[in-house]
């Protein structure tokens, strides 16, 4: 079994030498393990400070952001062969010496996607902004109901992913990529699986290269998950709206027709009359667009499957 374990750093100079020590070099069930680190434009001494750490060092030569690097790291992952890649922080709110945790469900097969979660289990919770804490519970919450899988930390960036993960991983957030490879995995029907760990609530040294600011975080989650949702489910996001607007236009027709019926007449209700004819309308159109886009979708997924089977077939001999 190779592993590879990967750290996405941009100037991340006073902990990155600490995380990677933290790692163990002997994993039951591994014959092979090889850390790099993926320099996002760091203009401090990331990229000095991993390399006499022991690890491998790439990168950009200008920031590209957290999506796009991962993104690289997964292609570097399957040029490499490897059976398993870890990826954890470069920030130090994680510790090494768990890796060996995420790996055992997929060692064992129980898991595709093994994903460290801070909040799972009620005595390993963090100390952290009340606000942050809440903001991380809405947002699980919104991508287990889109999911329909109970997931109780999705933002977590200390996750393993099996080979056959990998290759079904097709991502095109520019922000973050936690979120969409979770819904990207799920709609595939790959395992996920969460393993609590123990972990810093906030960071020791700078802030947060991603939640930086949460208004604009906030609008770049939903932003993901609602093109993710377009993306995998579009019957079910323009069926359901087109059906619930028919119905309201539905209710407002009822409404006039027995007031026509009663008294002869529907003066002064004309307007809730064509309120609720364009309505009507409104929500046929968008059941269509729905079945529309459900038949372009099923063509999107036989073309991500054949981009599966090319990958296995690119990355094979690798």
Avoid at 68 to 96: P, S
Wanted: with cysteine; hydrophobic share 45%; charged share 25%.
């Amino acid at each position: 079994m190779k592993l590879l374990i990967s750290l996405p750093a941009y100037n991340e100079e006073k902990t990155i030498a600490f995380v990677i020590k933290s790692i163990p070099v002997n994993i039951n069930g591994i014959d092979e393990i090889n850390i790099l680190v993926f320099d996002d434009g760091s203009t401090d001494k990331t990229r000095e400070l991993a390399e006499s750490s022991g690890a491998t060092a790439i990168g950009n030569s200008e920031n590209k952001g957290l999506s796009r690097v991962f993104q690289e790291i997964v292609e570097k992952a399957l040029e490499q062969n490897v059976d398993v890649l870890v990826n954890i922080d470069a920030d130090g709110q994680f510790n090494g010496r768990d890796v060996p945790k995420l790996l055992e469900p997929i060692l064992k097969n129980r898991a595709d996607c093994v994903t460290a979660s801070r909040f799972i289990n009620k005595e390993l919770i963090p100390q952290m902004p009340k606000f942050k804490k809440w903001g991380n519970e809405k947002v699980a919450r919104l991508i287990s109901f889109v999911a329909r899988k109970r997931l109780y930390d999705v933002s977590c960036g200390f996750r393993a992913y099996s080979k056959e993960a990998l290759l079904n991983l097709n991502l095109f957030s520019k922000f973050t990529y936690t979120h969409e490879s979770l819904l990207n995995l799920i709609f595939k029907g790959l395992r996920i699986v969460e393993v609590p760990v123990r972990v810093k609530g906030e960071r020791e040294f700078g802030n947060s290269k991603v939640a930086h600011n949460l208004w604009r975080y906030g609008y770049n989650i939903f932003n993901t998950i609602f093109r993710t949702m377009l993306d995998y489910k579009p019957l079910k996001f323009f069926g359901w709206s087109g059906i619930i607007l028919f119905i309201i236009g539905f209710l407002l027709d009822l409404f006039v027709l027995i007031r026509l019926l009663a008294i002869g007449e529907i003066t002064p209700y004309k307007s809730v009359g064509f309120g609720g004819l364009a309505l009507n309308i409104f929500g046929l159109l968008l059941f269509i667009i729905g079945l529309i886009a459900d038949m372009i979708n099923r063509v999107r997924m036989t073309q991500e499957r054949i981009l599966y089977y090319e990958k296995k077939g690119l990355f094979k001999n690798k």
